[in-house]
């Protein structure tokens, strides 16, 4: 009876939540291959061509995830993130099938779209925690369950090289490893408890409707209606919130102008990472099997020197500076965002960001790298892409110097509009 007590205490504690995700997390993201998908693809495992990874694979990523994040977005909050978890396994999981046992174009593709939606459920792993712990409490969680999944994909990728350096594992053996490794993170996901509100649908003044009180019957057409007319008008109610919640949130001047620093710089990253690896087989093909691909890092300079300097450490040291200034600089404005902000606000926030991101990260896509736009090679895709990070900055550099400018002109009207941002972003 008392081991009884100590267990049910166990799970109402923020901690048994927490682990359990950070299980999940950690599982989920120990990807050996990752560092190596370029190679897998090109060589003799699937004999694909550069050309078809480059400009037929790949950008099948960046529309779906377009298509799909937002449904799954309203989709995770609806379900209250718990069943969208074991989805998201189900999904990683078939994604690593299909990267072992088929080998045509078409099935790339697909496996493609099937990531994308292991991408866009990420809002679940990052949600969850803030509906079944207390608020004072988020801050630490959201270390522990950030900090693990960043080990996760360190363990993944210096895994990965070992195993491929030392020749200890084929490419379908380490696929073989991944495919166990997710399976664990699918067997936690039952164990998670589920949240009783989450933070748009479930809120807690209005978790149950008016007439809750009433037995609903299945064979009684006229209640089925009415309880399908409450759902409409709470999905109605839930959106017009969402509306305004983004029309408040985005009158904040300083809030705006971070976030569109956000959409901008993590457009040009998420190219930069998805198809760095080509780049690296274009420049020393030979070199790759063994050096560690799993490196992390930014800036246009970095990005031009990867471009134009004909070697692969060279290539390796910019993508770690690159990797590492956008992490520091995406942290600063993730930070400069949510001060102030809600939960609710700060994932509507982060959502509609990165919903921004993806839009402009598609007409890159379309533009450059699809065949059936300019299709470029990858040389100058990544031209480029150095070319936009340098105008991103030049634009960001214009403004600060025309706020120096206007501060020391009307040094009254600068501070009132400071104030104000402040005050509009709490």
């Known amino acids: 009876m008392e081991l009884k007590m100590r267990w049910r205490s166990w799970k109402s504690d923020w901690r048994y939540a927490t682990s359990l995700l950070c299980t999940y997390g950690f599982f989920s993201t120990v990807k050996p291959l990752e560092p190596f998908l370029i190679p897998f693809l090109t060589g003799p495992d699937k004999n694909l061509t550069s050309e078809q990874v480059n400009n037929r694979i790949l950008p099948v990523w960046t529309y779906s995830y377009l298509a799909v994040l937002v449904p799954v977005f309203l989709l995770t909050d609806w379900l209250r993130y ?9 999904a990683l999981f078939v994604t690593n099938a299909l ?5 045509s174009v078409a099935a790339m593709q697909a496996t493609q779209f099937v990531y994308s939606v292991v991408t866009a459920c990420d809002v679940a792993y990052f949600s969850y925690i803030y509906s079944v712990i207390e608020v004072k409490r988020y801050k630490k969680a959201t270390s522990y369950i950030r900090s693990v999944q ?23 053996n380490i696929l073989v490893l ?3 490794l997710i399976a664990v993170a699918m067997v936690v996901t039952p164990l998670l408890p589920l949240p009783k509100k989450s933070m748009f649908f479930h809120r807690k003044n209005h978790d ?10 299945m064979g009684s057409n006229e209640e089925n209606r009415s309880d399908t007319q409450t759902s409409t008008r709470r999905f109605g109610k839930v959106l ?11 009158s904040s001047h300083n809030l705006l102008i971070w976030s569109l620093w956000w959409a901008l710089a993590t457009c040009g990253y998420n190219q930069t990472v998805n198809y760095v690896q080509v780049l690296w087989e274009h420049v020393e093909p030979s070199q790759n099997a063994s050096i560690y691909n799993g490196l992390s890092g930014l800036g246009a300079a970095s990005l031009f020197l990867m471009t134009f300097i004909g070697n692969i450490w060279v290539c390796y040291a910019g993508y770690v500076v690159f990797k590492c200034l956008y992490t520091l600089l995406i942290t600063i404005a993730m930070y400069q965002i949510a001060a102030g902000l809600s939960v609710e606000r700060y994932a509507l926030v982060f959502g509609v960001n990165t919903f921004g991101a993806l839009v402009l990260q598609t007409i890159l896509v379309f533009v450059v790298v699809d065949s059936s736009g300019l299709g470029l090679g990858i040389i100058p895709q990544f031209t480029i892409y150095a070319s936009y990070f340098a105008a991103i900055a030049t634009v960001f550099l214009l403004r600060r110097i025309f706020t120096i400018i206007t501060s020391r002109s009307d040094p009254f009207t600068f501070n009132n509009k400071q104030s104000f941002s402040q005050v509009s972003t709490a």
């Not at 718990?82 to 189900?90: G, H, Y």
């Not at 080990?151 to 020749?167: A, E, I, K």
């Not at 149950?208 to 019957?217: L, Q, R």
Request: net charge negative; with cysteine.
């Open 82 to 90: 718990k069943p969208v978890l074991f989805f998201q396994s189900v």
């Open 99 to 103: 990267l072992l046992w088929t080998k």
């Open 150 to 172: 960043l080990l996760g994909y360190t363990v993944g990728s210096v895994l990965g090289q070992v195993l491929v350096s030392f020749d200890l594992m084929s490419y379908d």
């Open 178 to 180: 991944t495919l166990v």
């Open 208 to 217: 149950a409707p008016e007439d809750s009180g009433v037995d609903i019957h």
């Open 240 to 250: 017009s919130l969402l509306w305004q919640d983004f029309v408040e949130c985005y």
